[in-house]
């Protein structure tokens, strides 16, 4: 089992920076890839990025591509997510997501989901 809470969201101007964070229990956090997926009102969830467990392999969906970091530290048992140059459109609820084996871009294949936490980018 793995626990995963969310911190770090919070209101932001347009060009601003945020860097929410993802702590996770249990002794196995450095055996999983984790992901940060993020949901608009009235929106499906969408994938934003992934790392693999050694956290040396990354992926970002193309609307982050080069604004976004994710990254981790397994002696934290934590991963994080730095966003730069946000504009309105990355206002929503950014959850983060464990799974145990590769990173997908879909909802489905991740085990384990926090609860979320709300960014906001006002223009």
């Known amino acids: 089992q793995v626990r995963l809470v969310e911190s770090g969201g919070g209101l932001v101007q347009a060009g601003g920076s945020l860097r929410p964070s993802c702590a996770a229990s249990?002794?196995?956090?450095?055996?999983?890839?984790m992901g940060w997926f993020r949901q608009a009102p009235g929106k499906e969830r969408e994938f934003v990025a992934g790392?693999?467990?050694?956290?040396?392999?990354?992926s970002y969906a193309d609307s982050v591509e080069g604004r976004f970091t994710i990254s981790r530290d397994n002696a934290k048992n934590t991963v994080y997510l730095q966003m730069n140059s946000l504009n309105a459109e990355d206002t929503a609820v950014y959850y983060c997501?464990?799974?145990?084996?590769?990173?997908?871009?879909?909802?489905?294949?991740?085990?384990?989901w926090g609860q979320g936490t709300q960014v906001t980018v006002s223009s």
């Open positions: 249990g002794r196995t956090f450095s055996t999983y890839n």
């Open positions: 790392i693999y467990w050694s956290g040396y392999s990354t």
């Open positions: 997501a464990a799974t145990p084996t590769n990173v997908r871009k879909v909802v489905r294949g991740w085990d384990y």
